[in-house]
């Protein structure tokens, strides 16, 4: 729960101290799909999932992964084409058989170590440079209530999402 810092101040001569109350071994994962349609305003589905979950898991599952896509297939009422990274859990035998049962749904692998290829990376970024930035999370439910927050602001900024995806030099509409 250490704060991201972008800018600080303090008298010269004195180094500034940004407090933290305590380490906590507490996280908060969150999966995030940047959705584009062309003539369609940009969308941002995500879930963010606390480590206190009942099998003990700290990370998001590939049935997760599934249940998102799912959701968001649901939403957006149409085939989805995905382009994601090596996450283990996106190559897990499960979601593999998940992706070839069902005709719409199309998955790219993005190459290895490609994150200036990943829209959803200049999501963090932008989240990290905007609500979290220089702040101290009381307890790890203020963290989530913020991060959930920030997410839901950006849900509405397509504009946002749009600079995110031109931003990696893959083009909207379909080849």
């Excluded at 790219?108 to 990943?118: F, H, K, R, V």
């Excluded at 989530?144 to 504009?159: A, F």
Aim: charged share 25%; glycine share 6%; proline share 8%.
């Amino acid at each position: 729960m250490t704060p991201p810092t972008t800018r600080t101040w303090s008298r010269r001569g004195h180094t500034p101290i940004v407090r933290v109350r305590g380490r906590s071994r507490r996280r908060l994962s969150i999966a995030a799909l940047t959705c584009y349609k062309p003539g369609r305003s940009s969308r941002l589905i995500y879930r963010p999932r606390p480590d206190t979950r009942p099998d003990g898991r700290k990370s998001f599952a590939w049935t997760d992964y599934r249940d998102l896509i799912q959701a968001a297939h649901h939403q957006l009422d149409g085939p989805i084409v995905l382009v994601w990274d090596n996450l283990n859990t996106h190559l897990a035998a499960g979601m593999r058989r998940y992706i070839t049962e069902h005709d719409w749904l199309t998955v790219y692998q993005l190459p290895s170590y490609a994150p200036d290829l990943n829209p959803v990376e200049g999501i963090w970024s932008v989240l990290r440079r905007t609500i979290l930035a220089n702040r101290a999370f009381a307890d790890p439910e203020d963290l989530i209530t913020t991060v959930r927050q920030g997410l839901r602001r950006l849900q509405y900024r397509s504009d946002i999402l749009d600079g995110c995806l031109a931003g990696t030099g893959l083009i909207r509409t379909p080849p």
